[in-house]
C-alpha cells in the first residue's frame, strides 16, 4: 500500500505538470498557426488563449464526468474559485493595491456574482445538476463572450482572455531575463521554431495531448489517495489538491502582472477565471455526465456558498473611494482561505458539523 501511495503522489504531480505545461504549449501552438492565417490578436484571445488556459479544469472535468467523479467536478470547480480569489487575488493585493475599472464593477462583477449564486441554486434545487441547467451555463458563457466582443470592438480595449494572454507572455519573457546560459539558449531556439508551421502544429497536438494524458493522471490518482490511502471524500482532495493544481495557471499569471503593476490584468484574469470555471467548465461537467446528471452534494453546496461569499467579498471591497482592492482586503482574502480550510478538515475529523 505504501507503495501505491508514493507512486499516486507521484503521478498525481506528474498530472499537474502535464496539465499546466500541456496548456502553455496548447496556447503557443493554436495562437502561432491562428496568426499565419491573419487572425486578429483579439479573436485569438476570446478564442485560442481562453481554452488554453482553461483546459487544465476542462479536462479534469470531462474525465471526471466520464468516470462518474461528480465529487471532484463539483470541487474542482467551486475549489478553484474560492483559491483564485482568497489566495491568488489576496496575494496579488498584498503585492500591489489593485485598481478595478468601472465596467468591472459594473457588468463583470455583478455577473461573477449572478452566476456563482445562479451554480449554488441549480445545484441545490434536487442536489444535482439536469442537462437543461448545464445547456443554460453554457449560453451564459456564450453571452458573456459576446459581450467582450461587442465591448472590445466599440472601445479597442484588450478583453479578460487577452489580457491574460499578453500576462502569460510577460511572465515567460520575465523568468528568460533571470535565467542564464544553456535555458536562455532552449528558449530562444523554442520562439525560433514557433515561426515554423510544421512545429505550431506538433506543439498544439502534443500540448492538447498533454493536457487529457495530464488530467486522467491527477483524476485517477487524486480518487485513489482520498479513497484508499487517506480515507476522505473525493470532494475534499478535489477543494484542495487538484484545485490548487488547476489553479496553477492563474497563480503565476496574476502575481507576476502584480509584480510588475500589470495591476488590471490581475484582476481581469481572476474574474474571467471564475466565470469561465462556473459557466463554461461547470456546463461541459453536467453535459457529460448524461441522464442521471451531476451530483451536488453538501460539500459542494458549502464550498459553492463560500465561493460565492468570496465573489461579495471582491465586489464588496472596491468601491471605496479608491475604487480598489488594497493590503487590508488582501489580508482578509488570505484569513478566510485559512478560516476555511481549517472549517472543512475540523469537519472532516468530526471535530464541528458543517453539513
Known sequence: MAGKAVLNVFLLLLGFVLLVKGADFFVDGASGI???????TFIIGVTVVALGTSAPEMAVTVISALKGE??????????????????????????????????????????????????VLFGATGNVFVWWEGLILIL??????????????????????????????????????EVKGWYRKLKAGYENLQSKVWFLIIITVVGLGMVVGGAELVVSSA??????????????????VVAFGTSLPELVTSVSAARKGDVGIATGNIIGSNIANILLIGGLGVLCSGAEGLYFSPEGLVSGIVALIAAVLVFASCWGKSKSIGRIAGIIMLVCLAVYYCLVFLNLYGVIKLY
Open 70 to 119: 461528480s465529487g471532484i467536478i463539483v470541487g474542482n470547480i467551486t475549489g478553484s474559485n474560492i483559491i483564485n480569489i482568497f489566495l491568488i487575488l489576496g496575494i496579488s493585493a498584498i503585492i500591489c493595491k489593485l485598481p478595478v475599472e468601472k465596467s468591472t464593477r459594473f457588468i463583470d462583477l455583478p455577473f461573477l456574482l449572478l452566476v456563482s449564486g445562479l451554480f
Open 34 to 40: 491562428a496568426k499565419k492565417l491573419k487572425v486578429s
Open 223 to 240: 480518487q485513489f489517495i482520498a479513497e484508499e490511502v487517506i480515507g476522505i471524500p473525493p470532494e475534499i482532495v478535489a477543494l484542495t
Open 140 to 177: 451564459l458563457y456564450c453571452a458573456f463572450t459576446a459581450y467582450n466582443i461587442v465591448l472590445a470592438t466599440k472601445q479597442s480595449k484588450l478583453s479578460l482572455e487577452q489580457a491574460t494572454a499578453v500576462s502569460v507572455m510577460q511572465a515567460e519573457e520575465s523568468v528568460t531575463e
